[in-house]
């Protein structure tokens, strides 16, 4: 045959069948395009970091002195400027770091919130650390001398702020921002407690140095460093000989000495890239893998299609390799659509995925281009998809026996498959009502692919809307456990240690905004057991108090008169420890002139509180003399009069004298939710894709068991059967096939979320103790498209079977 011909003869397959190719090239190019889309995003997330670090000149060294302490400007730089590699300091610059209140009036609401004020030299600002307008001006020279400043931009966005305002801040003092900017330090928010992204409840301000230092009452001086290092200096020579000389020449001053990979923002921005990579070629393989299933058993049904074709080629003495050629062209123009359309989805995605990785972190400009890598190796998988999937049912429909092949009805039947097994379970109705089972059965290879390709979408169904369900079961678990039954319960942070009946706690017991005060005592410290540790916050409560305690699930609960502590599930797993056990604090314990020393404690676990965080633990307040407090105060629960807003509340608390910061008890499990929230934003995309994917695999296999049995059906319609009674037999053949593959990914979809939340989200997120679980709401979905969808899809073929030539269908010449 020539060539004309044999491109003739494929088109004219392609006019008979361009649906069914149409519909199998956008399985293979969702699962490419998909694939190739979600494996962009490491390279994206990695170079846009790199050149936005690099573009506002991130200091390699920085110098942090101990809280509250601080020295005259120019004696850090003096230290810097005295060691043997000063030669190496490209630029450097001195800081003073103060943390604050903010309060400052949105659109509808006044916000009040903690925060920090970061003053530096303007004459350096554009040579180490440098500050990015994002909005409004920049700070210049001629501000150096005034009280004005940038605003952080993720705090100003998330409350919808303009470029411009005025702020005020503990003391009083009220400030101008002239606009909106980013340090790469806050690239990832971090509050004074060390919480992440906690941009929404958190503001930076960046002002200039003099600005600083009269507004926080530091005049004349500073208590940070942060340095650059020239190209081809060695940063650990620096920062080794900077140690050395700061231990020599500050020896009071306990200064820690940093690199840029002690930048809690950059280890956190790599740390969760390659994590949350890790997680997406997952999906963009199972993504993949549902399509190959999906192609390969309807490339195989096409070809099956054309079987008595094939057995009349053989008949007439046609080589086999002539007659493979035929479906290899229908493989052909499936894998050349496939890789086009999806090149077109994989576009299309890039964009979806740009605006989700600019919301998720905020940076001052992006890296994404066109990954022609990742896009050819998923075109390479997507050209070579059609012709695996036809290879084995190509081979063997051109070495049958030209009789078998030409058969037709009952005698084509090589084999009865699976069907003698109803003989062991006789199936209640008549024939028409068996039929469905008995076509699953007769084909059993068929009938399993099929709902393999839809399991392996409904395994990422499932797990992505458990892992959507944990997070807010998470989130909702920590917010009802730290706000209780008083949602405008306040945490009060002092400046310092007071006894618990001192003159300025009574003073704002005191005040008319507040409707009852209750004292305690905060310690950070690190528990250990077994050879681990990890950070926490102890709280000494009172047995008395009335506006919160912790719960208890495990163990006894606080004042049960044993003595003990309460710590989180998650932290008794990280510890490999549980009540009855005995656990090792460590904590600064007070010493002479204000200062304090590393102490040690054993303390027996006493029960687990109900905080899916690990972070908080509790003790009773008698313990505060044995750890050597003596009954000292630093934190108050504040609860608002009636008819006092929280808003209020705050602004009264500020203006009080001893209040160090003032944040709703809300404020964590909100900055927890947040970023969470952030991170889920890709997997709504996934959702969506899969949902998509679901309902393609659904209308293929519909589309094309329609054109494999138009004989049948013409033969139900000659016997008078109605149009109705036909779609009703093919929706109980696709509601088998549903079941069979939502029941298949059942196990499987529960094992991908116990993953994911495992070994990435418990991992990334250390603090938090995920609550496994998918919700009623997320089972209905996925019975919806995995069963309910999957059987509605025959309905998409009623319009052809009215149009089915029943004569022309019967005729045949055996």
């Given at each position: ?12 397959d ?10 199998i ?6 699962g ?27 200091h390699d ?33 001195e ?11 949105a659109?509808?609401?006044?916000i ?10 303007l ?7 440098t500050?990015a307008?994002?909005r ?6 001629a501000?150096?001398?005034r ?5 952080e ?16 801040v ?13 340090s ?7 509050s004074?407690?060390g ?6 409840s958190?503001a930076?301000?960046?002002t ?5 230092q ?29 140690a ?7 020896p ?18 790599y ?7 890790r997680m ?6 199972l993504?993949l893998?549902?399509a190959?299933?999906a ?11 054309q079987?008595?074709?094939?057995g009349?080629g ?8 002539r ?23 994989g576009?299309?995605?890039d964009e979806?995925l740009?605006g989700?990785?600019?919301?998720l ?15 050819a190796?998923?075109a390479a ?33 090589r ?10 379970l006789?199936?209640?109705?008549r024939?028409?009502?068996?039929m469905?089972?008995r ?5 059993p290879?068929r ?8 399991a ?9 809307l ?9 989130s ?8 209780g ?14 006894p ?7 003073t704002?017991?005191?005040s008319?905004?507040v ?9 950070a ?33 606080l004042?049960?008169g044993?003595?003990g502590?309460?710590?989180?599930a ?17 904590y ?13 404690t ?7 509180d ?7 633990a509790?003790?009773d307040?008698s ?10 105060v ?16 705050e ?5 009080s ?17 947040d970023r ?23 209308f ?20 008078g059967?109605?149009?109705r ?22 196990v ?5 979320l116990?993953?994911i ?20 709401r ?11 969808a ?7 073929t ?17």
């Amino acid at each position: 045959m020539s060539v004309r011909l044999w491109l003739e003869w494929s088109a004219r397959d392609l006019r008979a069948r361009w649906v069914v190719v149409a519909a199998i090239a956008m399985l293979i190019a969702s699962g490419t395009g998909v694939y190739a889309s979600l494996t962009s995003l490491l390279p994206w997330q990695t170079r846009s970091y790199d050149a936005n670090f690099a573009a506002l000149h991130t200091h390699d060294v920085g110098v942090a002195l101990a809280a509250d302490d601080y020295v005259r400007a120019g004696t850090l730089l003096r230290v810097a400027g005295s060691i043997g590699e000063t030669k190496a300091i490209a630029a450097a610059k001195e800081e003073l770091i103060v943390p604050t209140e903010v309060a400052v009036s949105a659109p509808g609401e006044s916000i009040v919130v903690p925060g920090r004020i970061v003053g530096a030299p303007l004459a350096a600002a554009d040579r180490v650390d440098t500050i990015a307008t994002r909005r409004g001006r920049p700070l210049t020279s001629a501000d150096s001398q005034r009280q004005v400043a940038l605003l952080e931009y993720d705090f100003a966005s998330d409350h919808h702020l303009r470029s411009s305002g005025v702020v005020q801040v503990a003391g009083g003092a009220r400030i101008a921002y002239v606009g909106l900017g980013q340090s790469p330090e806050d690239f990832v928010v971090f509050s004074n407690d060390g919480l992440a992204d906690a941009f929404a409840s958190f503001a930076v301000l960046y002002t200039p140095l003099a600005a600083a230092q009269r507004i926080s009452d530091h005049r004349g001086q500073v208590n940070e460093l942060v340095l650059t290092v020239r190209p081809g200096a060695s940063v650990t020579r620096v920062r080794t000989e900077l140690a050395r000389a700061l231990a020599r020449e500050l020896p009071t001053a306990a200064p820690v000495v940093s690199t840029r990979a002690d930048i809690a923002a950059d280890r956190m921005l790599y740390a969760d890239a390659h994590g949350e990579q890790r997680m997406y070629n997952v999906f963009g393989l199972l993504l993949l893998g549902g399509a190959a299933f999906a192609a390969f058993n309807l490339v195989t049904r096409i070809v099956e299609s054309q079987r008595r074709q094939i057995g009349i080629g053989l008949a007439l003495g046609s080589g086999r390799g002539r007659l493979a050629l035929r479906p290899l062209l229908i493989a052909a123009e499936v894998a050349f659509l496939g890789v086009g359309f999806g090149v077109g989805v994989g576009l299309a995605l890039d964009e979806v995925l740009r605006g989700v990785i600019s919301q998720l972190t905020p940076l001052p400009f992006y890296r994404t281009p066109f990954e022609l890598g990742a896009f050819a190796r998923a075109a390479a998988l997507g050209f070579l998809l059609p012709f695996a999937a036809c290879g084995y049912p190509i081979w063997t429909a051109v070495h049958r026996r030209p009789v078998d092949a030409l058969q037709l009805g009952a005698n084509s039947a090589r084999g009865a498959g699976l069907t003698p097994l109803l003989r062991r379970l006789p199936l209640p109705g008549r024939s028409l009502a068996q039929m469905p089972a008995r076509n699953l059965l007769r084909r059993p290879a068929r009938t399993l692919t099929t709902a393999l390709g839809i399991a392996v979408v409904i395994t990422i169904l499932l797990a992505v809307l458990g892992i959507l369900d944990s997070v807010s079961a998470t989130s909702a678990a920590e917010r009802k456990e730290i706000v209780g039954a008083n949602p405008t319960r306040t945490i009060v942070t002092l400046d310092r240690l007071y006894p618990a009946n001192a003159r300025a706690l009574r003073t704002i017991a005191a005040s008319p905004a507040v409707g009852g005060v209750e004292a305690s005592l905060r310690i950070a410290g690190t528990l250990e057991a077994n050879g681990r540790s990890i950070p926490t916050i102890v709280e000494l409560l009172s047995a008395s108090s009335a506006q919160w305690h912790p719960s208890v699930v495990a163990g006894r609960a606080l004042w049960s008169g044993a003595t003990g502590v309460l710590i989180a599930a998650k932290a008794a797993s990280d510890l490999g420890t549980s009540p009855g056990h005995t656990i090792t604090l460590y904590y600064p314990r007070p010493a002479a002139a204000s200062s304090f020393t590393l102490a040690r404690t054993s303390i027996r676990i006493l029960g687990i509180d109900g905080n899916p965080i690990r972070t908080f633990a509790f003790l009773d307040a008698s313990e505060s003399r044995a750890l050597g407090y003596g009954g000292a105060v630093n934190t108050l629960s504040v609860v608002a009069a009636p008819h006092v807003t929280q808003v209020a509340l705050e602004r009264v608390l500020i203006r009080s004298g001893a209040v160090a910061s003032v944040e709703p008890a809300a404020a964590v499990p909100d900055v927890s939710r947040d970023r969470l929230n952030d991170f889920l934003r890709v997997f709504d995309v996934v959702e969506v894709i899969a949902l998509g994917l679901a309902l393609l695999i659904a209308f293929n296999a519909t589309t094309i068991s329609a054109d494999e049995r138009a004989r049948d059906h013409a033969t139900m319609f000659a016997f008078g059967l109605p149009v109705r009674a036909v779609v009703a037999s093919a929706s109980a053949e696709s509601l088998l096939i549903g079941l069979l593959g939502t029941a298949l990914a059942i196990v499987p979809g529960y094992a991908l979320l116990g993953w994911i939340v495992g070994d990435y989200l418990e991992r990334t997120y250390t603090d938090f103790g995920m609550l496994v679980t998918v919700s009623p709401r997320s089972a209905l979905v996925i019975v919806v498209v995995g069963v309910v969808a999957v059987a509605l899809a025959p309905l998409l073929t009623i319009r052809a079977l009215h149009r089915l030539d029943v004569p022309a269908k019967l005729r045949t010449v055996e």
